[in-house]
T-cell receptor, first 114, second 114 residues
Framework: AQSVTQLGSHVSVSEGALVLLRCNYS??????LFWYVQYPNQGLQLLLK??????LVKGINGFEAEFKKSETSFHLTKPSAHMSDAAEYFC????????????FGQGTRLTINP | EAGVVQSPRYKIIEKKQPVAFWCNPI?????LYWYLQNLGQGPELLIR????????DSQLPKDRFSAERLKGVDSTLKIQPAELGDSAVYLC????????????FGEGSRLTVL
């Protein structure tokens, strides 16, 4: 079975600073990996995804993530935080075979300090 | 294009009462999901539909929860009777057929059971 662990339920950075949200996964087969964002009082929306090919994937709003198989990680980064990035971020894993469903991590709340 | 629509947004009920949530997916999306999101946790799949067929309901507590998608479009999730532990946000999502991992979520229905 697949699982995801997000390190840190709450991350706080200053505006303009680097954002790093950590995600480690567990999967017995090659995974598909995703980051979703949930702004206050809104539904989750897809930030970016890794399926196959290039291990560095770029998403919306300047975010990117790198798939590192040797470290079973898929950390999310953004070079310079903006106040509008304050939200809850969820890492998720899936495999094409079998259930074809997303398994989410517990989420990381990102706070941006002015 | 309208997104995934859920209602009600908020519901407060006494324990042992019934409650129902409604979801209208994005037009043309054949796959519909109901997820449960407890406070401080990531979403957990309750049930997945392909058109009107429930193809994954292994996580749905069938003693008190039921769901239907009679015409393969909108869907209803029901809880009867509700328990205190059912207080959570119920999320509906939809996607096109063929798993890509990109789910489109509604804003959720927040249930409080007193």
């Amino acid at each position: 079975a697949q699982s995801v662990t997000q390190l840190g339920s709450h991350v706080s950075v200053s505006e303009g600073a680097l954002v790093l949200l950590r995600c480690n996964y567990s999967s017995s087969v090659p995974p598909y990996l995703f980051w979703y964002v949930q702004y206050p009082n809104q539904g989750l929306q897809l930030l970016l995804k890794y399926t196959t090919g290039a291990t560095l994937v770029k998403g919306i709003n300047g975010f990117e993530a790198e798939f590192k198989k040797s470290e079973t990680s898929f950390h999310l980064t953004k070079p310079s935080a903006h106040m509008s990035d304050a939200a809850e971020y969820f890492c998720a894993v899936s495999v094409v075979q079998g259930a074809q469903k997303l398994v989410f991590g517990q989420g990381t709340r990102l706070t941006i300090n002015p | 294009e309208a997104g995934v629509v859920q209602s009600p947004r908020y519901k407060i009920i006494e324990k042992k009462q019934p409650v129902a949530f409604w979801c209208n997916p994005i037009s043309g999306h054949n796959t519909l999901y109901w997820y449960l999101q407890n406070l401080g946790q990531g979403p957990e799949l309750l049930i997945r539909y392909e058109n009107e067929e429930a193809v994954d309901d292994s996580q749905l507590p069938k003693d008190r929860f039921s769901a239907e998608r009679l015409k393969g479009v909108d869907s209803t999730l029901k809880i009867q009777p509700a328990e205190l532990g059912d207080s959570a946000v119920y999320l509906c999502a939809s996607s096109v057929t063929g798993f890509s991992g990109e789910l489109f979520f509604g804003e959720g229905s927040r249930l409080t059971v007193l």
